[in-house]
């Protein structure tokens, strides 16, 4: 059996009291390691990563992956995350021209921004047009703040309902006869 020194750290939960982390982060020798406070910090951070996967699969609409060959998957995948590091990067840019940090800019209403000035600026800008659109676009993604919300604690479970109508699980040719003839059960 294969062991790998582990550190643990009793940590203070401030709702559901406290909790134990068990973490690889050993100081080795001469080095001084990860303290406690700094694992702490970085277990609190998991909630960020938490959020990243939800936009990408809610608001980058990749919840259901409609490709069905895995050549085709992986590039909708890819495509996917592509577009969610430029919107990143643009906020990047936003919080740099603001003074503010990239994590009090809201992912949802910058990427509203971005998709609504798209058409804009391919279809009439050029040169220092462009430019100053682009600061001003900067500007107005800066002011789309996110509340701050530290030690943030939610239940973990699914809060959306299934939807109100049946999957369809006949081809639609079937279903479609079915309803000419007066058959609408859906269960």
Same mark, same amino acid.
């Given at each position: 059996m294969i062991t790998t020194p582990q550190k643990c750290h009793k940590s203070k939960c401030t $709702? %559901?009291?406290?909790?134990i +982390?068990?973490? !690889?982060l050993l100081e080795h020798k001469g080095d001084q390691g =990860? %303290?406690?406070? #700094? +694992? %702490?910090d970085l277990f609190s951070f998991r909630w960020n990563a938490e959020l990243d996967i939800r936009s990408i699969k809610t608001f980058m609409n990749l919840n259901f992956v409609r490709c069905l060959s895995p050549e085709m998957v992986r590039r909708e995948l890819?495509? !996917?995350l592509l577009a969610y590091n430029l919107i990143r990067t643009t906020i990047c840019s936003a919080a740099s021209l603001s003074g503010k940090r990239p994590r009090e800019i809201s992912f949802?209403? &910058?990427s509203q921004y971005i998709l609504a000035s798209w $058409?804009?600026?391919?279809a009439h800008l050029r040169g220092k047009q462009l430019e100053r659109y682009a600061r001003f676009l900067l500007e107005r993604i800066a002011n789309c703040k996110v509340g701050n919300r530290p030690?943030? +604690? #939610?239940? *973990? =479970?699914?809060? *959306?309902? *299934?939807? $109100?109508? &049946?999957?369809?699980? #006949?081809? *639609?040719k079937q279903l479609q006869k079915r309803l000419y003839k007066g058959d609408n059960r859906f269960e």
């Open positions: $709702q %559901s009291g406290p909790f +982390i068990v973490t !690889t =990860v %303290s406690y406070e #700094e +694992i %702490s890819w495509t !996917t949802v209403c &910058a $058409q804009e600026v391919t030690g943030r +604690i #939610e239940p *973990r =479970v699914v809060k *959306r309902r *299934r939807d $109100q109508y &049946a999957l369809m699980t #006949e081809p *639609r």
